[in-house]
């Protein structure tokens, strides 16, 4: 369960209400009136929680849990202990989403502009805003509705960001255009020189960076990322992708909508990542590629040619999926041969 020091519970709420909330139904049987008063894992949960199952390896936690009510596929509603109410839907994860932010809603802004804060004469921040000890806001940057910007962040001239956007402590935003509703962690660094050098015996010879990083809304970009700004296209990341922690994207490089880009993925410059791709934690892909719309990339995978959409491959240098675990059991077979 979550600590009170630092989340503070909503509720309770009856069952039939969580499950609306969830998009699910009851289970037969179950008291939609029945009162819960938090979230909590399969293991942990007593009579007043209710938890979720949405990985088969924990069927054997779920039978032996104590939760009062448990959001899950109808498939696995058989196997459910005596007792417990049932919240039945294609989805359980989304479901349990739907219902922890029912229970942990976003802490509520308290409007507020530090004394301590620098803001230049020509900046504008709209209503509500909170901004915190030690921000920076450059000349002609703009700040939306019902932001919040951390301690100590760094708001360059010019930088435009959307209503209800909430930037960490220590973020740097330059050459940058942010949109609304978007979450950025700390530590974040945006719109910084592009790697681009032209390269000779003379030595390497700086090239001017003169793009913009521009954000979709509903993006959400995890501690100490970096994205820099184009060489003269801009860097797009497009609505609703999510960008976990310690990743680094180039130059030029244009990221489609609702994508997934897990940890320490390296996208190389003027890479383009159609809509719904997923890259898993380490994958690194050279520059100029094109990754189709919907592929799925493996985690730790290098990937050096463009992958087509919908595709789903794996390993160094990467190949479809299936070959590519073909041939990691072929070589184990063989390890375990010559040890023999």
């Avoid at 979230?39 to 069927?59: C, E, M, T």
């Avoid at 994860?93 to 530090?114: D, H, K, M, T, W």
């Avoid at 945006?190 to 509903?218: C, N, S, T, W, Y």
Wanted: hydrophobic share 40%; proline share 5%; charged share 15%.
């Amino acid at each position: 369960m979550a600590d009170p020091q630092f989340f503070k519970v909503a509720g309770p709420f009856p069952l039939h209400e969580l499950a609306e909330i969830a998009g699910g139904t009851l289970a037969e049987g179950a008291d939609g009136g029945a009162e819960f008063s938090d979230v909590a894992p399969l293991g942990d949960a007593g009579p007043s929680h209710i938890s979720f199952l949405d990985n088969k390896k924990y069927v054997q936690d779920y039978t032996q849990s104590k939760a009062g009510a448990c959001i899950v596929h109808p498939a696995l509603a058989s196997r459910a202990p005596e007792g417990m109410h049932l919240v039945l839907m294609e989805d359980p994860y989304r479901g349990y989403a739907c219902v922890a932010r029912a229970f942990y809603p976003l802490i509520q802004l308290n409007p507020e502009i530090s004394g301590n804060a620098s803001i230049h004469e020509t900046a504008t921040t709209g209503a509500n805003c909170r901004i915190d000890p030690g921000a920076v806001i450059g000349a002609n940057a703009r700040v939306g509705d019902n932001c919040w910007i951390g301690a100590n962040t760094v708001i360059g001239q010019g930088v435009s960001i959307g209503a209800d956007s909430r930037i960490g402590p220590l973020v740097t935003l330059d050459f940058c255009q942010i949109g609304s509703q978007v979450i950025i962690h700390t530590g974040v660094r945006i719109g910084q020189d592009g790697f681009g050098f032209a390269m000779g015996a003379e030595g390497h010879l700086k090239v001017p960076q003169l793009g913009r990083v521009i954000i979709g809304d509903d993006v959400e970009i995890g501690a100490n990322s970096t994205i820099d700004r184009g060489t003269g296209p801009d860097t797009i990341i497009g609505a609703g992708s999510k960008i976990d922690n310690l990743v680094q994207i180039g130059h030029n490089v244009r990221l489609g909508r609702c994508c997934i880009v897990v940890s320490q993925v390296g996208i190389s410059g003027s890479t383009t990542v159609g809509d719904f791709a997923a890259l898993g934690g380490q994958v690194g892909l050279a520059g100029h590629l094109e990754i189709g719309p919907g592929a799925q990339i493996a985690a730790q995978s290098g990937v050096m040619r463009n992958v087509a959409p919908g595709e789903k491959i794996g390993g160094s240098p990467a190949q479809p999926f299936r070959e590519w675990m073909r041939g990691v059991a072929a070589i184990d077979k063989m390890s375990k041969r010559k040890g023999q």
